[in-house]
């Protein structure tokens, strides 16, 4: 099967940076779009970027302009570069990937099971 793995959370202050890792690992034939998601407390899961193979990006208007979605296709690994952080980007953070392993037919969605940042002076 396969996992996704995210890494990189923790306590940062306001202003601070962060850099969030996700391996993903298994019996991997291609990935497509990879994205991150993130859920605050009371809140539902959103959408935070989004990259495809091809290294297309778009982002949720709160991150924009500081944060930064990469990904290494070479070690199925997405990354976010998160700049500039606000006590409101407090959340847990997923990474989503669409994954095409051996043995399927077609691409499925896979989750992983987060990684707290929480931003506070």
């Known amino acids: 099967q396969v996992q996704l793995v995210e890494s990189g959370g923790g306590l940062v202050q306001p202003g601070g940076s962060l850099r969030l890792s996700c391996a993903a690992s298994g019996s991997i034939v291609n990935i497509n779009t990879m994205n991150w998601y993130r859920q605050a407390p009371g809140k539902e899961r959103e959408l935070v970027a989004l990259?495809?193979?091809?290294?297309?990006?778009n982002y949720a208007d709160s991150g924009k302009g500081r944060f930064t979605i990469s990904r290494d296709n070479a070690k199925n690994t997405l990354y976010l570069q998160m700049n500039s952080l606000k006590p409101e980007d407090t959340a847990v953070y997923y990474c989503n990937a669409e994954i095409w392993i051996f043995g399927h037919l077609t691409y499925r969605d896979y989750w992983g099971k987060g990684t707290l940042v929480t931003v506070s002076s």
């Open positions: 990259i495809t193979r091809g290294g297309s990006t």
